[in-house]
T-cell receptor, first 112, second 114 residues
Framework: GQNIDQPTEMTATEGAIVQINCTYQ??????LFWYQQHAGEAPTFLSY????GLEEKGRFSSFLSRSKGYSYLLLKELQMKDSASYLC?????????????FGRGTSLIVHP | DAGVTQSPTHLIKTRGQHVTLRCSPI?????VSWYQQVLGQGPQFIFQ???????GRGNFPDRFSARQFPNYSSELNVNALLLGDSALYLC?????????????FGPGTRLLVL
C-alpha cells in the first residue's frame, strides 16, 4: 500500500521562499506528482518527478530522493495568489494500470 | 478548447437516495478517473476508465459504480447515500489510461447528503 505524509499547514510571507515536504512509502515507485489546489477549485498539475534531483520550473521547483522516499516543492518569491493547498501524489501499480494516491495536502497561507 | 466539465456543480440529497454525476473529458482524452475529496483531505481514487473499460477501482463500497460511454464521457453513480458521502467529487481526464500521465481535473460536483 501507499503511505504519504505532508505537513497540514504552513505560513509564509510574501516575497519569501517556502519548502513543502512530502515523504512516502510505496512498494514500487513510479514517480511523484505535485498539484496545486485553490480553495473551492480543482487541483492543477505542477510537476512530475521520476528521477532523483531538482527540477526547476519558474518560481516553482520540485526535488526527489528515491532512496529516502522524500520530495519537496520549493516556492520562491511568494505571491499572495500562491495561498493554496499543495498535494503530493504517488501512483502505484494495480491490475495493469497506475492508481495515484494523494496526500492530505499542505495548506499554504501567504501573508503580506 | 474546453477543459473537463462536470455536472451538476452542486447537489443536495437525503440519506438513502441515489445520485448520478456526469463528466466530459477534454477533447481527445480517452481516460476518465473519479475521485472523492472530503474537506481537509486529498482526493481519494474511486474509479479509472479507459476505452469504456474499468481499469482501476479504489477502496469504495459497491454502492459506488461508474461507466464510460463511446464518446468517452462518464457517469458516477452512488446508491443508498450516507451522510459520509458528502464530499467534492472530482473527475480527471488523461489522453490514455495508465495513471502515469498528468491528470486534468474538472471543477467538481459538491454533494451534500442530509
Amino acid at each position: 500500500g501507499q503511505n504519504i505524509d505532508q505537513p497540514t499547514e504552513m505560513t509564509a510571507t510574501e516575497g519569501a521562499i517556502v519548502q513543502i515536504n512530502c515523504t512516502y512509502q510505496t512498494s514500487g515507485f513510479n514517480g511523484l506528482f505535485w498539484y496545486q489546489q485553490h480553495a473551492g477549485e480543482a487541483p492543477t498539475f505542477l510537476s512530475y518527478n521520476v528521477l532523483d534531483g531538482l527540477e526547476e520550473k519558474g518560481r516553482f521547483s520540485s526535488f526527489l530522493s528515491r532512496s529516502k522516499g522524500y520530495s519537496y516543492l520549493l516556492l520562491k518569491e511568494l505571491q499572495m495568489k500562491d495561498s493554496a493547498s499543495y498535494l503530493c501524489a504517488v501512483p502505484s501499480a494495480s491490475g495493469g494500470s497506475y492508481i495515484p494516491t494523494f496526500g492530505r495536502g499542505t495548506s499554504l497561507i501567504v501573508h503580506p | 478548447d474546453a477543459g473537463v466539465t462536470q455536472s451538476p456543480t452542486h447537489l443536495i440529497k437525503t440519506r438513502g437516495q441515489h445520485v448520478t454525476l456526469r463528466c466530459s473529458p477534454i477533447s481527445g482524452h480517452k481516460s476518465v478517473s473519479w475521485y472523492q475529496q472530503v474537506l481537509g483531505q486529498g482526493p481519494q481514487f474511486i474509479f479509472q476508465y479507459y476505452e469504456k473499460e474499468e481499469r482501476g477501482r479504489g477502496n469504495f463500497p459497491d454502492r459506488f459504480s461508474a461507466r464510460q460511454f463511446p464518446n468517452y464521457s462518464s457517469e458516477l453513480n452512488v446508491n443508498a447515500l450516507l451522510l459520509g458521502d458528502s464530499a467534492l467529487y472530482l473527475c480527471a481526464s488523461t489522453q490514455v489510461g495508465g495513471g502515469l500521465q498528468t491528470q486534468y481535473f474538472g471543477p467538481g460536483t459538491r454533494l451534500l447528503v442530509l
